[in-house]
């Protein structure tokens, strides 16, 4: 079996068709990384992934954390501690941080392309390193100046890992009901209560662990004004244990070897993070970059599970093609990929796999001018298209993954389904994405109760010009004409949707929760769309032989004639309202 | 946590709706299988299943089968082998079997919608007897008279288990190409070759196994017409050992206690069934009725994850409704069940599940009609019906029940993809059911390629007549008019699609494989449709308070406003044609 291969020649041009050389290349703090620079780190990166973390993958898998509850200790798989310890002396936990605290300072969009290799290479592995990410993130935005110079180096390094602990038995979703409380005790906190779900929360791949915890204060107001954050390491300056304690790890369908973990905090010592009561402001730092993350461990499993797929179809002969002159004489079967199904299952991931993939990479670059840009009106313009579609790329881009694994298995058929191809560990490893760092579905209702109303509906605007100008520009090609159409009539409607469910939003609160999800998607497919028009017009200046310019021409062509008129679908199911769910009592049910 | 309960009212309902003591019980046949009979029989096996079978499933999943390369052995979990003794000595084996071979003689709908049951308290378990009866099946239809003497009583008393042997490793679709040879010695023949996928193929819960192989006899022309079928016995009568062994048992993602065996046979003694050459025809006899099964696979495991979200959504306080008027005083949040999204999540499952089941329940008394009735033209109508709709309850119900064990755990939230809760290997396990007895997509060529044409198109009439009539008696209840107004909509829908499709189809063979798993999948929609029509006319004549009556119209509400719609989705991707699949080059993809 030939071993995943990153996805190097897309990203390169993904990155063309979204104006890296342009936007991110010219801004001072990235001065020195022009896309080969930034392309030859990618490649060096994923080699690494696929030399050393890859082949822990599957034995990550089947042997597991272990917990001890004599010392609340848990033990990594084979393997992984040296992985880690390798994987952070190249600097690969650095990339995207900044030099001030060791960093290496390289632009978000090029960490960002360079994670789906990380990911479809040990999925339990890269959740260490993106917790962490997170708290540094928090730390970056909220933390004083001595606990940045305190951990921002060790967490960036590697050193020290991270995690951010927010779920509490009886709180997930909301956060407002959570209970651990914070007792001031002198400059520091003594913080008591039991966190749940907490990834990377003990493991021994690092000489400390910095818990970023929310807890509440004894004066704190109720609900989710009431919450602040603290910064709780396992082990004191002085070497001594804090008593926050592995309590044990759950039992999942998937990633094995991530330790998902129950946190009892017994009186351990917190450092305020940010002002008090305002740890919501830290958890939404955090949640932003991760729920990207989460959206690219869709694009990342999928596209795996797809190179699975496809070489497998390349070795299969099975049955006779269905057209007699495709019919290969010097065997008693064809290949499967003759036959148009397992064409349609393979063009269905490639093609949602490659319109999330450029999604990604355009707002991984609107992070990066909205972080680094010294245009005010730029940075402006890019944080709103951020603020819109991060909640459509984890959304979708989870369900499209767990979909798009899925399918991938029924190109294989019973051999997907064994242990012998890495496919069933993808699809059982990818499940959770659509569940954690907030549940699609809370992620429409941050689209849709959160980024439409703000500011008077601006970012959608923003991003209806980015449709419209899209549509114009590939007005110039006669060979798009048909794409050109499908889109503006999918656009049109969901315009008309938007408008539609707004009004009737205003009157009716619950009709957001009821219809929500569905107009995500809808919204999803059509920034699909968009991406996948401009992956087209930016085809279009290779010569007509080019490889990868009739590639992309014929998955958009299937993108567009396949995939997008289930925007339509969805249209009618948000049209359809509330009533079929609401109307029925709860014992009925 | 409380425990799976069988969907006994539902199958009180379903048998009502379709008219089993009208068509069913007034057969000479079933004429000791009044409707309480038949469902305090159910009742019964349901209590053995969830009481004995249940409490096995976890722990089968978690241990697995055992081989054994010194002896070729497989030894089943702890527990499995005593509860297939108590299974069988209950008789719950021998429930739709023919008297004259020690059978019960039960009606086959009541056999298949007991096994709904069977399959969600251990669909592993559930395998065994599945497999067995394949092979009575076609020992009933194929066999000599001595062949059915000698192995039906014990196969139907579970003394001995069965299994179908056709997949080899260069052919698991395309059955003409496999190579298993059988050579003539006296009135036997001595079998060679390898197969793969063997499910049951050895194990230590029955005294002997007889299997069912597929083989080429050395006259034999090439493909499908020169198969011919053997029975080979684990032992001989002598007690001596048969020389077909296990030569290992697949690693799966699921179904972790139902062994699935490389079955090597080294010259082994088989018995020729049937004709020489006609080894098809043993086939599909088996096939059918297993395909049928799968479909149910789907509604089981789907249903029973159903009923764990349920409660788990019952017991969880999180987030405030979006309507104040619905939030609890008594609570800081409420129940999430006044979310709407989780009801849709639960009404999706529900009103998929309810559907497909009526429309086993409605298929299922077709066989028995088909098998049993003395009026040839109601057993030819109902053979019509069978035919048509085996595959769409196959690629439909197994392609729905994974989708729906999905959003199950997506209620759930993290909670679902624990082992904590039994969804994840029910996901786990259900997905199998779109791969094995003909992947869905071969469900599609045999619902396109073969059912459609079959008789000059006689078959989709049949359904055709039904649909219309349904629609006619529905108009009397002007509570069903939006229902009807959407089901004549779609029902238009597929006879146009239909028209189209075979028209094209008659100049281009490969557009049935391009569109036929779309065109399938609008077609199970428009029938479900159906059979909620039928349900929800049934409902009607009980009073306004019944709250049967009242869970069906809102069940079924949701089911036409907000399932149905995907009907038209997949008829504008038939419409789309085959050029996005059949116009990219290979080394493209």
């Known amino acids: 079996m030939s071993r995943y291969q990153a996805p190097l020649d897309d990203i390169r041009f993904l990155l063309e068709a979204f104006d890296y050389e342009t936007t991110v290349q010219t801004m001072a703090a990235y001065q020195d990384f022009d896309l080969e620079t930034g392309l030859s780190m990618i490649d060096e990166y994923a080699r690494f992934c696929i030399d050393v973390l890859a082949p822990l993958n599957d034995p990550g898998d089947s042997i597991g954390v272990k917990y001890d509850p004599a010392d609340h200790s848990v033990t990594m798989p084979p393997g992984f501690v040296d992985a880690w310890k390798a994987y952070a002396e190249n600097g690969f936990t650095s990339l995207p941080f900044e030099p001030e605290h060791g960093g290496i300072g390289a632009p978000f969009v090029l960490a960002t392309l360079a994670s789906e290799v990380l990911i479809a290479s040990n999925k339990s592995f890269s959740m260490c390193g993106g917790l962490a990410a997170g708290l540094i993130d928090a730390l970056e935005a909220h933390g004083s100046e001595e606990q940045k110079e305190k951990y921002l180096p060790k967490l960036i390094s590697g050193e020290w890992g991270g995690t951010m602990c927010l779920t509490e038995p009886h709180c997930g979703t909301d956060l407002g009901l959570l209970t651990t409380k914070a007792e001031p005790d002198g400059d520091v906190y003594k913080l008591s209560g039991t966190k749940i779900w907490i990834t990377f929360g003990e493991h021994d791949m690092t000489d400390n662990i910095v818990h970023l915890v929310l807890a509440r204060l004894p004066d704190a107001p109720d609900g989710t004004r009431g919450i602040s954050t603290f910064l709780v390491p396992k082990f004191m300056d002085d070497g001594s244990r804090n008593p926050i304690f592995c309590g044990g790890t759950d039992h999942k369908m998937g990633i094995h070897a991530s330790p998902t973990c129950v946190m009892n905090l017994e009186g351990a010592t917190g450092y305020l993070v940010g002002e008090p009561h305002r740890g919501m402001k ?113 959304s979708y881009g989870s369900e499209r993954g767990f979909l798009n694994t899925s399918e991938s298995m029924q190109v294989m058929g019973g051999a997907g389904f064994t242990q012998d191809w890495p496919v069933e560990q993808y699809l059982r490893d990818v499940r959770i994405a659509m569940i954690y760092e907030g549940t699609n579905h809370i992620q429409a209702l941050d689209l849709v109760g959160r980024k439409l109303p703000m500011g008077g509906g601006r970012l959608l605007q923003r991003f209806a010009g980015e449709v419209t100008a899209q549509i114009e520009a590939a007005g110039a090609f006669p060979e798009l004409a048909p794409f050109v159409a499908a889109m503006g009539k999918e656009a049109g409607r969901l315009t008309q949707t938007t408008m539609d469910l707004g009004g009737k939003a205003m009157k009716d609160p619950e009709l957001v929760g009821a219809v929500g999800s569905n107009y995500l998607n809808q919204f999803a497919l059509v920034t699909l769309g968009h991406v996948w028009l401009r992956q087209l017009c930016t085809v279009m200046a290779r010569p007509a032989d080019d490889k990868l310019r009739q590639s992309k021409l014929q998955t958009g062509r299937f993108f567009f004639e396949q995939i997008l008129p289930e925007a339509a679908l969805y249209a009618k199911k948000v049209a359809a309202g509330k009533g079929s769910m609401v109307d029925i009592d709860i014992d009925l049910l």
């Not at 065997?331 to 796999?353: C, E, G």
């Not at 010294?374 to 579609?389: G, H, T």
């Open 282 to 394: 830290c958890m939404f730092t955090m949640m932003n970059a991760a729920r990207l993350q989460v959206g690219i461990e869709g694009v990342s499993l999928g596209h795996a599970a797809y190179q699975a797929a496809l070489e497998f179809a390349k070795d299969r002969r099975q049955s006779r093609s269905l057209d007699p002159k495709k019919r290969d004489a010097d065997h008693k079967a064809d290949n499967i990929l003759v036959h148009p199904d397992v064409r349609r299952m393979l063009l269905t991931v490639k093609s949602t796999t490659e319109g999330l993939r450029g999604l990604v990479a355009w707002i991984a670059i609107q992070y990066d001018i909205m972080h680094k840009s010294e245009d005010a009106d730029a940075k402006a313009a890019a944080s709103d298209l951020v603020a819109l579609l991060t909640p459509i790329i984890k």
